[in-house]
Structures are given as structure tokens and as C-alpha cells.
T-cell receptor, first 115, second 112 residues
Framework: AQSVTQPDIHITVSEGASLELRCNYS??????LFWYVQSPGQGLQLLLK??????LVQGIKGFEAEFKRSQSSFNLRKPSVHWSDAAEYFC?????????????FGKGTRLSVIA | DAGITQSPRYKITETGRQVTLMCHQT?????MFWYRQDLGHGLRLIYY???????DKGEVPDGYVVSRSKTENFPLTLESATRSQTSVYFC???????????FGPGTRLTVT
């Protein structure tokens, strides 16, 4: 069964600094990969997704993620963090050609932004 | 308005009571999902539904019941609430051809 690991439970960065959130998945076939963001007290919002093609994916709010098959990773990046980026970030995976089965989520990484 | 809504947004109930959380979507998406979110566990799937009258268990289904008589509604019932079911519950929907899930705002449930 597929699984998702987000190694960092909590990350603190300074406003204006760059950000990288790590995500590793475990699945033998080609995965569909997602990053969601959850602001405090809110539901989840899709940041970006990777299905196929270019392995560098652009998303909303200035985020991007790179799919690296050799490392089974889909890390999320942002060149310059804003205070409003403070939130919880979830990586998720679903198996390609598995039918529309549910996403498997990582446990999340909480991002704090300091001045 | 179009979208996915959940009600109530907040609920406090007592151990042993039955409680139903409602989820409604206006997109006519085929798939609907219920998750619970707990600190340290991320989101865990409770039940999901591929279409009206078709439901399937997720990772943590015990103590929960779902039904889907209409495409747009997917209620979640706790038949006899326990303190361990205190959590934030999220409903989501997606279309058959698109794996992206759209989430509701959540219901914060406290069982005393």
C-alpha cells in the first residue's frame, strides 16, 4: 500500500527566507502527487499537483514542487516566504490507474514564519 | 453558492449520544470522503463513496456509519459517541476523472 512521509513535523523560517518542505512516498507505480495547505481553522486548499510531464510543477501562492522518481520525493519549495504562509502543509499521493481511490496523506508539516 | 459545506461547524455532545455530521456539495461530484484530523495523525480516511448507494470503509471506520442516498449529500453518523471521537471532521469531494479533492471547512466535534 502506498504511504507518504513528511519527515519534518514543524519548521520555522524567517520572513523572506527560502523554504523547502520534504515529502517522500512509497509506491511502486507512477503516483499522482499533491500538496495541500491548511490555514488555522480552515479546510484544505490545493497548492499544486503532479500527474505527468514536466517534473517541476508550479502552484498557487508562488509555490513549486519537484518530482524526483529516483528519490521517491515531491518536495515543496518557495523562494521567499511571507508571514501569511504560516500554515500546515500536507503531501498526498494516489496511485495512477487505481481508479479514483482515496488520497493517502502525510502527517503534515507545520510552518511558522518569524519576522 | 457552489461548493462543499458542512454542518454544524461546531458540536458538543455527550458520550453515548448519536450525532450526525452533514456534508453537501453542489458540483455533482461522484466521489465523497470523510476524514478525521487529530494532532499527530494528520488526516485519516473514515469512509468514502464512489456514487449514490456505494460506500466503502477507510482506515478508521469503527464507530461510524455513512449513507449516500443522493449524490450531493454524504452524512456521517456516530451511533454512540465516545471521547476518542473528539476530533475535527472534514468532508471532501472529487470527480471521477480528476483525483483532486475539494474540502469543506470542517466540523469540530467534542464528546464530553
Amino acid at each position: 500500500a502506498q504511504s507518504v512521509t513528511q519527515p519534518d513535523i514543524h519548521i520555522t523560517v524567517s520572513e523572506g527566507a527560502s523554504l523547502e518542505l520534504r515529502c517522500n512516498y512509497s509506491y511502486g507505480a507512477t503516483p499522482y502527487l499533491f500538496w495541500y495547505v491548511q490555514s488555522p481553522g480552515q479546510g484544505l486548499q490545493l497548492l499544486l499537483k503532479y500527474f505527468s510531464g514536466d517534473t517541476l510543477v508550479q502552484g498557487i501562492k508562488g509555490f513549486e514542487a519537484e518530482f524526483k522518481r529516483s528519490q521517491s520525493s515531491f518536495n515543496l519549495r518557495k523562494p521567499s516566504v511571507h508571514w501569511s504562509d504560516a500554515a500546515e502543509y500536507f503531501c498526498a499521493v494516489v496511485a495512477l490507474n487505481s481508479g479514483n481511490t482515496p488520497l493517502v496523506f502525510g502527517k503534515g508539516t507545520r510552518l511558522s514564519v518569524i519576522a | 453558492d457552489a461548493g462543499i459545506t458542512q454542518s454544524p461547524r461546531y458540536k458538543i455532545t455527550e458520550t453515548g449520544r448519536q450525532v450526525t455530521l452533514m456534508c453537501h456539495q453542489t458540483w455533482s461530484h461522484s466521489y465523497m470522503f470523510w476524514y478525521r484530523q487529530d494532532l499527530g495523525h494528520g488526516l485519516r480516511l473514515i469512509y468514502y463513496s464512489a456514487a449514490a448507494d456505494i460506500t466503502d470503509k477507510g482506515e478508521v471506520p469503527d464507530g461510524y456509519v455513512v449513507s449516500r442516498s443522493k449524490t450531493e449529500n454524504f452524512p456521517l453518523t456516530l451511533e454512540s459517541a465516545t471521547r476518542s471521537q473528539t476530533s475535527v471532521y472534514f468532508c471532501a469531494s472529487s470527480e471521477l476523472s480528476d483525483y483532486e479533492q475539494y474540502f469543506g471547512p470542517g466540523t469540530r466535534l467534542t464528546v464530553t
